[in-house]
């Protein structure tokens, strides 16, 4: 598989779109045999649009090089977006229109209600579906074969790292603010049993998904003399909980799990500086990241390539890698993806499945938003930058009941 993998990378540096190759003379021919339509289901709007507008450009950033480098054995890859609206009944329509229209695979589910109604489609209709941020447990079942999580762990292997660095960091308290849906609760269960085996206290707030307000939460959590607050799963509420704890003078760090970093600092500004750290699954202080950057940032209106962004991209690229070797049949590519492990561009750990489709071997990066200089080129958002804290230890994929 990595072989395969070199091929596409080899033909794309020497189409000159990606660094460590020189343009030619004879640019590869353009692609005219028939387009293979791949699906991105995600959010374009409602409350996840932040992690959806990044997931479907780093998407279109893989199908524009791959067809600039001539396709995929001559057929050009063509990318049909459905806007999910964040909402889990549009979803499950929007999966049932794209696998009618042929799609071979689907990728960009962020909302985990939405990867709940849609997974048990995919698996129904066996069409390879990858979920980027949709951290519910439920999403993944052990008779899951065509569900695929990408970026965002199930909520027990979040919250492992998590309480890894309370207890590094010799903390006697936690707090959480965790939203009202299936991932919150999901997250809500892991970081209670992660909790119970340390001796650190944990409490948690829940608040609605919608909630912009979080002081009456941020206030029973300063009470309790929290050390840490986990602001997770309130799209994007993550800028909002940190601002508004330092202005209740709660002047302590937060961790979210898996925001979007411009999101953020849209919310908070200077006051994440130095206090926002998140986990992510790419790896920002590496030159291939960098390099992809700047690449997607001449394609997308974004003013960053969040984790989000690099998944799209691995997504795509890894398709097209299993087209290339066994076809475009859906059940052949899921197939062929559980055999492989893939190197991504920018990403921090290799990506394999589980039979069931969890990630395997994930090792997640911990990192906070410093104040740069970012590296030039990959931020236009401001010179802010993410530091790595901590490489996490390897998680163990959770097995469902």
């Not at 290339?324 to 492989?340: F, K």
Request: aromatic content about 8%.
């Amino acid at each position: 598989m990595r072989n395969r993998r070199a091929q596409v990378i080899a033909a794309l540096a020497a189409a000159g779109l990606i660094g460590g190759g020189v343009a030619t003379a004879s640019a590869p021919p353009a692609p005219d045999g028939e387009p293979i339509a791949i699906g991105a289901l995600t959010s374009l709007t409602g409350n996840f649009a932040p992690w959806g507008l990044q997931v479907r450009d780093g998407m279109q950033l893989a199908v524009d090089e791959i067809n600039a480098a001539g396709g995929v054995d001559g057929r050009p890859l063509e990318l049909v977006v459905v806007d999910d609206q964040s909402s889990a009944e549009e979803g499950a329509s929007g999966i049932e229109r794209l696998i009618e229209d042929g799609v071979v695979a689907i990728g960009g589910t962020i909302s985990s209600d939405v990867a709940l109604a849609t997974a048990r489609i995919a698996e129904e209709l066996e069409t390879p579906l990858f979920v980027v941020k949709a951290g519910a447990a439920e999403v993944l079942t052990r008779d899951s074969r065509f569900t695929f999580r990408t970026c965002l762990p199930s909520a027990p292997m979040v919250a492992g790292p998590i309480a890894q660095y309370a207890a590094e960091q010799g903390l006697t308290k936690v707090g959480a603010i965790i939203a009202d849906y299936a991932w919150g609760q999901s997250i809500r269960t892991s970081l209670e049993t992660e909790f119970a085996d340390l001796d650190i206290e944990l409490q948690i707030e829940v608040a609605p998904v919608p909630e912009t307000d979080f002081t009456t939460y941020l206030r029973n959590l300063q009470d309790f003399g929290a050390e840490l607050l986990v602001a997770s799963g309130h799209p994007p509420g993550s800028g909002a909980i940190t601002v508004q704890s330092a202005d209740l003078g709660l002047d302590v760090p937060v961790t979210g799990a898996y925001s979007v970093l411009p999101a953020v600092m849209s919310g908070a500004g200077d006051a994440a500086i130095g206090r926002y750290a998140d986990f992510d699954c790419a790896d920002y202080t590496s030159e291939e990241y960098q390099d992809l950057a700047r690449r997607y940032l001449e394609l997308s209106d974004n003013t960053f390539m969040d984790d989000d962004a690099v998944a799209g991209y691995g997504i795509v690229q890894n398709v097209a890698t299993a087209i290339a070797e066994v076809g475009d049949d859906p059940a052949a590519i899921a197939e062929y993806l559980h055999a492989g492990t893939f190197d991504v561009p920018g990403y921090a750990f290799p990506l394999q499945w589980t039979e069931w489709g969890e990630l395997e071997g994930a090792t997640l990066l911990f990192s906070i938003i410093g104040e740069g200089p970012a590296p030039e080129g990959v931020n236009e958002a401001g010179e802010w930058y993410p530091d790595a804290l901590l490489l996490a230890d390897p998680v163990e994929p959770y097995e469902p009941e």
